[in-house]
């Protein structure tokens, strides 16, 4: 086992999360180590990048760590009612380097769901305290929308305007003020003009299979080149076994293969566990002693627990005009929050988004309708260009029976185990999911759809992995506190998905990052207390 010299902070994950507290912290002077178990991404290899990026995007590309198997990956199952398929990436950039940019803030009832509608838990902070670091994360990133959403708060202006609406967001404009429903622009983490040394956007849409302008603001492209410039030290292929404690019960650093397979120790004043919903918890468990033998930070019993994946879904309408789907962002149309706040006449909590996208892609939408045969290029050509999509997106509200547990039986390449997802839908999850699509399809008819197909309510897709490690001021149900500093070790702070106590109904990449630049100022106040 090789030694490490100690700097100041030690991040593992170098996701939107680790990217946004490395760069902070460094911006206010400490040494900052981050570990990621991943790569690089290639970009010459980026699915889009080339002209058969559908196939490529479903082979080496796919979302799910099964399917992709890179030497960084490690196996995910999925059991329960309701298996979720796993959406995760293990690279620099994390999970970010598969979105599409989607990039939306909470709202202050997301941070009092307890209080206002007596489900979920309560934050321990609210939009408040969270509003000004949404502030700094959208200019870092480079996000693209029109401030003054009706359904939102009062916000500065974004940096970059909205991307353009395309045909496929004038019909569902159309569509919502034939209902007298409101439509906003969708904010995206896109740079629509150029934007801190990157290119503008051009448009080619299907954004989720890689931008090889670096206009989709992926945390490889818009945090980690100015994190190094600052004097970040990012390892990389640095697949962590476990963190491991000093005897007075602190965090000292944790153990770590190489890429030639030599475990090495990093030694830190302060540990930052920032490895996403499945990870961070792996990762906790992983590091089980006689001090904390059931995981790391674990005297709640709730890591790993409370798993959460949004209420996701999508409807389809189809128009006899053509509708130049393939043309724009792919989520940027336009969007509505009117069905986001409980409403007890709808017979459940909370609520959802609507997201207007263009339509799908040809190989995509060949596997959606056209059958094997004779009837294959019909129902294609039928369809083709001629679809407007909507991604639907509702609030799942946490459950102690949905959680993350080691796999012992399916290991990774250095023999560490594996992760299973057990997840059920709840009855509450299923009354708001049916009724989010049902109010798709009113849009859709409205904007002059001639017929409306969904995607229902399963698979579940694990594109929002939140809630394994969730914050809160009891140490008793919560695993960190409203610093994100772990309870059980005073040194150690967890900041990603994993942290999040409810999740809201949109894309959390933006509060995400901002509770990790948060936590960033936290660990540098807090910096003579914790040794740093």
């Given at each position: 086992m090789i030694g490490e010299p100690m700097p100041d902070i030690l991040v593992i994950g170098s996701g939107a999360a680790g990217a946004a507290l490395s760069l902070r912290l460094s911006e206010k002077g400490a040494n900052v180590v981050c570990l990621e178990q991943g790569d690089w991404v290639d970009r010459s290899r980026l699915p889009k990048a080339h002209l058969d990026w559908e196939v490529r995007g479903r082979r080496h590309w796919a979302a799910n760590p099964n399917v992709r198997r890179w030497t960084s990956d490690y196996p995910v199952g999925s059991d329960g009612e309701n298996p979720v398929d796993i959406y995760m990436y293990n690279a620099v950039g994390g999970s970010t380097i598969g979105f599409a940019g989607n990039y939306w803030r909470l709202a202050p009832s997301d941070f009092r769901v307890?209080?206002?509608?007596?489900?979920?838990?309560?934050?321990?902070?609210?939009?408040?305290?969270?509003?000004?670091?949404?502030?700094?994360?959208?200019?870092?990133?480079?996000?693209?929308?029109?401030?003054?959403?009706?359904?939102?708060p009062e916000r500065d202006p974004l940096p970059l305007p909205p991307a353009p609406l395309g045909r496929p967001g004038e019909l569902l404009r159309d569509g919502y003020e034939k209902l007298g429903w409101y439509w906003w622009p969708t904010e995206q983490a896109i740079v629509t003009a150029p934007y801190a040394g990157r290119a503008a956007c051009d448009n080619r849409g299907?954004?989720?299979?890689?931008?090889?302008?670096?206009?989709?603001?992926t945390a490889d492209v818009s945090y980690w080149p100015r994190a190094l410039k600052n004097g970040v030290e990012l390892r990389t292929n640095a697949r962590v076994r476990e963190i491991v404690l000093a005897p007075d019960g602190r965090a000292r650093g944790a153990l770590y293969y190489d890429e030639s397979g030599v475990i090495r120790e990093v030694q830190a004043a302060v540990v930052v566990v920032a490895c996403g919903g499945l990870g961070t918890p792996r990762l906790l468990m992983m590091s089980a002693s006689?001090?904390?033998?059931?995981?790391?930070?674990?005297?709640?019993?709730?890591?790993?627990?409370?798993?959460?994946?949004?209420?996701?879904?999508?409807?389809?309408?189809?128009?006899?005009?053509?509708?130049?789907?393939?043309?724009?962002?792919?989520?940027?149309?336009?969007?509505?929050?009117?069905?986001?706040?409980?409403?007890?006449?709808?017979g459940y909590a909370r609520g959802f988004i609507m997201s207007g996208c263009r339509g799908w892609s040809p190989l995509n939408l060949a596997l959606q309708v056209a059958p094997w045969g004779s009837g294959h290029h019909a129902a294609l050509d039928a369809r083709i260009n001629r679809e407007v999509v909507m991604y639907l997106c509702g609030e799942d509200l946490p459950e102690e029976s949905n959680r993350v547990v080691l796999?012992?039986?399916?290991?990774?390449?250095?023999?560490?185990?594996?992760?299973?997802?057990?997840?059920?839908?709840?009855?509450?999850?299923?009354?708001?999911?049916?009724?989010?699509?049902?109010?798709?399809?009113?849009?859709?008819?409205?904007?002059?759809?001639?017929?409306?197909?969904?995607?229902?309510?399963?698979?579940?897709?694990?594109?929002?992995?939140?809630?394994?490690?969730r914050m809160g001021s009891d140490p008793a149900s919560s695993v960190v506190d409203g610093s994100n500093r772990a309870h059980d070790v005073g040194n150690l702070f967890i900041v990603d998905g994993s942290s999040l106590p409810t999740g809201g109904g949109v894309n959390p990449t933006a509060t995400i990052q901002a509770l990790a630049l948060r936590c960033a100022d936290q660990i540098w106040e807090q910096r003579r207390e914790l040794g740093g």
């Open positions: 307890r209080s206002l509608d007596g489900v979920g838990v309560d934050w321990p902070l609210t939009y408040a305290d969270l509003a000004p670091y949404y502030t700094i994360n959208e200019a870092i990133t480079g996000v693209a929308g029109l401030a003054g959403d009706p359904c939102g299907w954004c989720g299979f890689g931008c090889p302008h670096a206009s989709l603001s006689s001090r904390h033998p059931d995981g790391l930070a674990n005297s709640s019993g709730l890591v790993g627990k409370h798993l959460m994946t949004h209420v996701q879904s999508f409807a389809v309408g189809m128009f006899a005009e053509t509708v130049e789907g393939w043309h724009g962002t792919w989520g940027g149309t336009v969007s509505n929050r009117q069905f986001y706040e409980t409403d007890p006449a709808r796999d012992l039986e399916h290991q990774d390449g250095f023999g560490l185990p594996g992760v299973r997802t057990h997840y059920t839908l709840s009855d509450n999850s299923k009354r708001l999911g049916n009724d989010m699509i049902a109010h798709a399809h009113q849009v859709l008819r409205a904007a002059g759809a001639t017929s409306v197909r969904d995607f229902g309510l399963s698979p579940i897709w694990g594109w929002h992995l939140l809630g394994t490690a």
